[in-house]
């Protein structure tokens, strides 16, 4: 057996944990952080930085899609995307106290990485056929996405870059309101990657 995937005790809460998210996940997640505030806060700044930043989401996104196919337990998609009915019931169940706990991601936050994944994508995709439209530089350029008119690919792409950053604090705010819903660290568990493993956790792999 993987003693790292096995129940431990954790010294601090003396309770049991297990490993929920693979080191891939954990680096993914939080390179993905540092990329895309890179390439938002220096898009009038620093283009060198802001275009080498976005081929670097473009990279994470690709692993990551990659990884939801192959990758461990809960970092594959099915495990986390879940029915639109589903997400719904989950979010009706809040306001009533009754939304479960989910080693994994909750239905929530499962829709929320999909919305996230598709932002990011087309943020991305028309930033580099702004840049293949303006410069003749990029992936993109002289394709049929690059041929449109510069100035209304970079009003998509940057449509897509607010939109982003409107969904990231709404996931900052759900992470922060079930991690006191559910009395747990959930900015620490992508960090050690482990959570506290409950009775009726099993209940709901």
């Known amino acids: 057996m993987n003693q ?3 129940p431990q005790l954790s010294p601090s809460t003396q309770a049991a944990t297990t490993r929920v998210w693979d080191p891939l996940v954990r680096i993914f997640h939080w390179a993905l952080v540092l990329c895309f505030f890179t390439a938002y806060l220096s898009e009038d700044d620093v283009e060198t930085l802001h275009v080498w930043a976005g081929y670097s989401v473009a990279a994470l996104l690709a692993l990551r899609l990659i990884w939801g196919l192959i990758g461990s337990r809960h970092a594959r998609f099915t495990d986390f995307v879940k029915s639109p009915g589903q997400v719904i019931q989950y979010l009706k169940d809040i306001p009533a106290g ?4 989910y080693l994994g991601h909750n239905p929530a936050g499962g829709a929320m990485i999909i919305a996230l994944l598709i932002f990011l994508a087309a943020t991305v995709t028309f930033g580099m056929a702004t840049l293949g439209a303006d410069e003749n530089a990029g992936p ?11 100035h209304t690919l970079k009003e998509i792409h940057e449509f897509f870059a607010n939109g ?9 705010a759900g992470v922060i309101f079930s991690s006191l819903h559910h009395r747990e660290n ?6 050690s990657g482990r959570k506290e493993v409950r009775d009726h956790d099993q209940e709901q792999e």
């Open 186 to 191: 959930l900015a620490r568990a992508m960090v």
């Open 4 to 6: 790292s995937a096995s």
């Open 164 to 172: 982003t950053l409107m969904l990231v604090f709404v996931h900052i």
């Open 140 to 150: 993109l350029a002289g394709s049929w996405l690059a041929s449109f008119n510069e």
């Open 98 to 101: 009754r939304a479960k706990r």
